[in-house]
């Protein structure tokens, strides 16, 4: 009590703060639990189209070209990120590097996505227009069709 003799903490108080604590408890939990699982596959589009997919287990450099632009996409131990593009803002080099699947990397003046992708995650349908469905990522013997095994580079079964 203060010299007045109000309580200084009260009922609504403890219920504030419990709820305070509950909103933060929750809120740590889903940050702190461990992330999605690691990606298998670097999927590059350019405009909604497939540029390409490469094994996220493989180090490479990709130079993406569309055009007059450019961007130089590296894999490396498991990482991806842009070490170079000529769009004006370069966010996509000032990006952090991804490593988990679903994780992406945006390039929006050169219409470019990178995203880390699991194989049986998904597949890419030319019946609808470009649009990535869930389910099978393609079956051996699929060679030529969207989705096949064979469009990865460096896919082995």
Wanted: proline share 3%.
């Amino acid at each position: 009590m203060n010299q007045a003799g109000e309580k200084l903490f009260t009922r609504k108080d403890a219920g504030l703060l419990a709820a305070v604590l509950l909103v933060a408890g929750a809120a740590a939990l889903f940050l702190g639990l461990p992330g999605r699982a690691q990606g298998e596959l670097v999927r590059i589009t350019v405009d909604g189209r497939l540029y390409g997919e490469y094994e996220l287990a493989r180090d490479r450099n990709i130079r993406v070209e569309e055009g007059t632009h450019y961007n130089e996409v590296v894999i490396r131990d498991k990482k991806v990120y842009v070490t170079e593009a000529d769009c004006p803002d370069r966010y996509c080099v000032k990006h952090h590097e991804i490593t988990k699947s679903m994780e992406t990397i945006v390039c929006l003046p050169h219409r470019m996505v990178v995203e880390i992708v699991n194989v049986g995650a998904t597949k890419w349908s030319a019946e609808t227009d470009g649009i990535w469905e869930s389910g099978s990522h393609g079956k051996p013997g699929d060679a030529g069709k969207p989705g096949g095994f064979e469009n990865i580079d460096g896919y082995t079964e």
